[in-house]
């Protein structure tokens, strides 16, 4: 079974700094999608960035970036230029590719960010 | 189109009773999915559908939870004989289905609390 771990349960920036947010996951399958969810307090939860493993070109949405180890099976997230309202838990998940027939998201156990003004 | 809606919003009930959530997906999205998020963890998957059809089910989704999607549009998720570990946030969410990346939005949840 697939895990995915995230080793920092919290993390702190200063507006308008860059921080990187960490996540590891276990996997046998050579193809999956990897994603970052963010989930503001009290809000719901939304995707903030997508990335194919057989895409080796690091998936970029505006001030969100990862960075794609895939031998190292490490997935981590880059916010650049933090704003408040980037304040939320943030949650890396791994999903199996279609034809295995699995839909699921398979969660880590998330990264408080606060961002402090 | 508003999102993918839950209700309750939030429910306090008192073990031993029965309990019942609704999900309403985004309208043309044929995939819809419940997990459950206790305190400080990531949401665990607990059962999946593909229009009317349960798909897969989760290990966690023991005898006393089950879930219907009978005209392939919203989803209940009922717990029987609730548990106090039974004491989440219920997340649903849903998806179009047909692509590979298959994005899934997220509802705002029912929070549960079990007395």
């Known amino acids: 079974a697939q895990t995915v771990t995230q080793s920092q349960p919290e993390m702190s920036v200063q507006e308008a700094e860059t921080v990187t947010l960490s996540c590891t996951y276990d996997?046998?399958?050579?193809?999956?999608?990897l994603f970052w969810y963010k989930q503001p307090p009290s809000r719901q939860m939304i995707l903030v960035i997508r990335?194919?493993?057989?895409?080796?070109q690091n998936a970029t949405e505006n001030r969100f970036s990862v960075n794609f180890q895939k031998a190292a099976k490490s997935f981590s997230l880059k916010i650049s230029d933090s704003q408040l309202g980037d304040a939320a838990m943030y949650f890396c998940?791994?999903?199996?590719?279609?034809?295995?027939?699995?839909?699921?998201?398979?969660f880590g156990q998330g990264t408080r960010l606060t961002i402090n003004p | 189109d508003t999102g993918v809606s839950q209700d309750p919003r939030h429910k306090i009930t008192k073990r031993g009773q029965n309990v019942t959530f609704r999900c309403d997906p985004i309208?043309?999205?044929?995939?819809l999915y419940w997990y459950r998020q206790t305190l400080g963890q990531g949401p665990e998957f607990l059962t999946y559908?593909?229009?009317?059809?349960?798909?897969?089910k989760s290990r966690l989704l023991s005898d006393r939870f089950s879930a219907e999607r009978p005209k392939g549009s919203f989803s209940t998720l009922e717990i029987q004989r609730t548990e106090q570990g039974d004491s989440a946030m219920y997340l649903c969410?849903?998806?179009?289905?047909?692509?590979?990346?298959?994005?899934?939005?997220f509802g705002p949840g029912t929070r549960l609390t079990v007395t």
């Open positions: 996997t046998s399958e050579s193809d999956y999608y």
């Open positions: 559908f593909q229009n009317e059809a349960q798909l897969e």
């Open positions: 309208s043309e999205h044929n995939r």
């Open positions: 990335q194919e493993a057989y895409k080796q």
């Open positions: 969410a849903s998806s179009l289905g047909g692509t590979a990346g298959d994005e899934q939005y």
């Open positions: 998940a791994y999903r199996s590719p279609p034809e295995q027939g699995a839909q699921k998201l398979v």
